[in-house]
């Protein structure tokens, strides 16, 4: 199971950070990939942490604001989101992935499990 909390409304060049909250699971043993969707798009990937967390990725919108990191202990991921722009305005998915791509695949088809999403708001 996958729990996101942290979102909410923040004014344009806020920060925010969600957190992603496993149980069931070990963050060793998956990749977890936050996904958004903003109003009338579609699901995209932003950024991810491999297995073991090993590696990271970054989507071109998210680099150099976002940061994620993991908590072992809390077996929690967290999304750092620094700068905030209106456009990253959306519903925050974290989302697990336990077959061997690495670091993560970047479609929503290969995940296994998702959380019920997080809302971020950015007000101009």
């Known amino acids: 199971q996958l729990v996101e909390s942290g979102g909410g409304l923040v004014q344009g060049g806020g920060s925010l950070r969600l957190s992603c909250a496993a149980s069931g699971l070990s963050l060793d043993d998956v990749a977890i990939m936050w996904f958004r969707q903003a109003p009338g798009k579609g699901r995209e990937p932003v950024s991810c942490?491999?297995?073991?967390?090993?590696?990271?990725f970054y989507a071109e919108s998210a680099e150099g604001r976002f940061t994620i990191s993991r908590d072992i202990a809390k077996n929690t991921v967290y999304l750092q989101m620094d700068n905030l722009k209106s456009e990253d305005t959306a519903v925050y998915y974290c989302?697990?992935?336990?077959?061997?791509?690495?670091?993560?695949?970047?479609?929503?088809?290969?995940?296994?499990?998702w959380g019920q999403g997080t809302l971020v708001t950015v007000s101009s």
């Open positions: 942490l491999s297995k073991r967390g090993t590696k990271t």
């Open positions: 989302a697990s992935h336990s077959g061997i791509y690495y670091p993560c695949p970047t479609s929503s088809f290969d995940y296994d499990y």
